[in-house]
């Protein structure tokens, strides 16, 4: 058995907890990680940044490293933050539709199935550009609002459209009688016809009957608008079903993510969304206005991601200095554990995401604190919690807490 | 595959030992392992400790941790010590009533169903107290010898009791056709009936009816003798079913313990148990007089522990004194290989076991010494050994005797 689902069964029963509440926040500086490159000067973000008050917390902590999914994988976000969240994201897999409709804050429910869809060029019945020449994104926009007015409805199925960036969009199919299982319609390839949504296994056959009907019907809409006149779509999947953070930890959690995809994927884990400004100030503040609500707090900030996929190190630094400046927000709200971290690393000179460990700060009443050190890769590599996998982390923090039992007698 | 298992197709033949017999040393010192706190100075007591000897072993040796049995899990001394003899102790159960039939060191035997079972106060036929008021060990000792003797054999199965402290007790039910599978009669709270013993899968039919006999007849002899006049029992079990460690390592195996409770995992391992005083003197002796007989020895070290759950930091400083001043008696009967460690992290701040990684110290004349750095929980980090899971410990001390073979060619 895994590590994940022992302590499921070793979660103490409200009445045997410290407190009737406790609050434990996992603070996620995405993309946080950084690697040591001679074109940034050999040093990282972290390293860079000034961090007063991380410095303080860090010798007051215990410092690791987690591994997202596993050595060498570089993770999308929602495996990453599956394993953040004590999933084992080797066991929970997240179709590309959920992600897509998630990603723009759909409101996706259990049943739909939900599919990444595009624009797309078709001449003489072959995809001629599979991006439909990468339009502006307001023009996309208008396109899918025209889709969305011509085509609400395929049998009993209700069509629910939403722009993305660009060429992509996203659509959740919902009725009675859908189930994921059903092939792309999108080619992979220029040079090709759009491909029959087939179904893979006999469930799959009503979906595949509308999604088939929905491309015809786009098809009359977008008649004569090149280059955007055809749409395709891969990725159709219904949403996993995962048992909640309650379920499995017995956690009432909530969340502070300024990012739609991050709200989805907190919201797949069961956890209730909190309304915050786009800022780290505001984000601790609407944690610690709403502690006494939860036992259990995801705060995510993106902007370390957003630079490190851009190269801008100082702008990385810069986040992570803001991220400072705010941390006493959380501190004086004394959660009875807190973890740091980042959800992969994303390294500036690589400019994605990637499969380096992440540093990692544990504080706790219980933590084994190192009394020197910072929330830096090369500290954390020589902290007291060592390397481990992510998924572990939930369970490190809620031992932290006091919240687990023995495991055996 | 997991690595308990690959190492057990790998042991050589005994023919191609590098001697007909080796000497490998399981030295455990129970609960050594310890935080840095400001309650205790920010040291831990392997840090305080004077250990002239063991400073000296560790620079001749390599140092790591081991993870008893997954990361932020704190294991019972059944699941930390199978860990420590190399079995997987996510996969091995260990029922309460056996842990506690072992722990007072009774002869239990394959096809014997054991019940850990305490005396409870019954009143119009609710359970108003189930411990009876705690009465006094001789209380209930006294209560357990008249039971004993009023109910020796129910239908064709023998019963057998041994009281334990204040007012608990353990039974062993011997005879045929007995199997794990039987409900607790233990209601887990007061104001409620004592429970039927049920079977939960048919082979159990049985034990479930001499159960509920003895629970009956139990309260006949106790009839009048408030507070104690009814039994309660909970965690009926049979023995594990695993292979001996002279199964699965080709290991004649030996144990040196004080504590029933540890004597009895060694035997559910198939170690010889010897006899010896308490003091860690004593044990060393037994070690060096017996080690010709046997190819494993465990040491098992009770103090650190038992000290470390009184949060008396000065004494788990002595008991480590202590076993650092009779280390040179193991020492000077040359074992081919030495491990040192705990079972599991026993913080004297927290006065539990926790799930923070334990020292450990390997020395043999194939290990990477680090030539510096004591047996102290951050030199042990540092060490060449890293941190791992404590059931690859068995797997690296017969790799320092050279008792492996390569995997694959």
Do not use: S, V
């Given at each position: 058995m895994l590590s994940p689902q022992i302590v499921e069964g070793l979660v103490k029963d409200r009445a045997a907890w410290p407190r009737a509440q406790v609050s434990l926040v996992l603070l996620v500086l995405d993309g946080v990680g950084d690697i040591h490159h001679p074109d940034f000067g050999m040093r990282t973000p972290l390293e860079a940044a000034r961090t007063p008050n991380l410095d303080d917390l860090a010798r007051r902590s215990a410092l690791g490293r987690i591994i997202p999914v596993d050595h060498g994988i570089t993770p999308g976000s929602g495996p990453a933050h599956l394993g953040l969240f004590g999933y084992d994201p080797r066991q929970v897999e997240i179709g590309r539709g959920v992600l897509e409709a998630v990603g723009l804050d759909m409101d996706l429910r259990g049943g739909d199935v939900a599919a990444r869809a595009n624009f797309c060029t078709l001449k003489d019945g072959i995809v001629v550009d599979r991006r439909a020449g990468r339009p502006a994104t307001e023009v996309s926009a208008q396109k899918v609002g025209s889709l969305q007015q011509n085509v609400r409805r395929i049998e009993d199925v209700e069509v629910i459209l939403r722009a993305g960036k660009e060429h992509r969009f996203a659509a959740i199919f919902r009725g009675e009688g859908l189930a994921e299982g059903v092939s792309d319609t999108?080619?992979?390839?220029?040079?090709e016809p759009i491909r029959k949504a087939e179904?893979?296994?006999?469930?799959?056959a009503k979906i595949a009957r509308i999604v088939n009907e929905f491309h015809r019907r786009a098809q009359e809409v977008l008649a004569?608008?090149?280059?955007?006149?055809a749409v395709l779509m891969r990725g159709l999947a219904a949403l996993p079903h995962i048992p909640s953070m309650e379920q499995r930890l017995k956690l009432r959690s909530c969340a502070v993510a300024a990012y739609p995809m991050y709200r989805g994927l907190a919201r797949l884990a069961g956890m209730k969304v909190l309304e915050a400004g786009p800022t780290a100030e505001e984000a601790f503040r609407a944690y610690a206005r709403n502690?006494?609500?939860?036992d259990f707090c995801f705060i995510h900030v993106k902007g370390t991601d957003a630079a490190g996929e851009d190269g801008d190190f100082d702008r990385k630094v810069g986040v992570i200095e803001e991220v400072d400046g705010a941390l006493p927000i959380i501190l004086e709200a004394r959660p009875e554990a807190l973890a740091i971290t980042g959800d992969h690393s994303t390294p500036c000179c690589m400019r994605l995401h990637s499969w380096h460990p992440v540093p990692l700060l544990l504080h706790s009443p219980r933590c084994d604190a190192g009394g020197q050190g910072r929330f830096t890769e090369r500290d954390c590599q020589a902290g007291a919690l060592g390397t481990f996998l992510s998924m572990h982390l939930m369970s490190l923090l809620m031992a932290h807490a006091g919240l687990l039992d023995k495991f055996g007698a």
């Open positions: 999108d080619p992979h390839e220029n040079g179904a893979l296994r006999p469930e799959a004569g608008q090149e280059p955007l006149n502690k006494d609500r939860f």
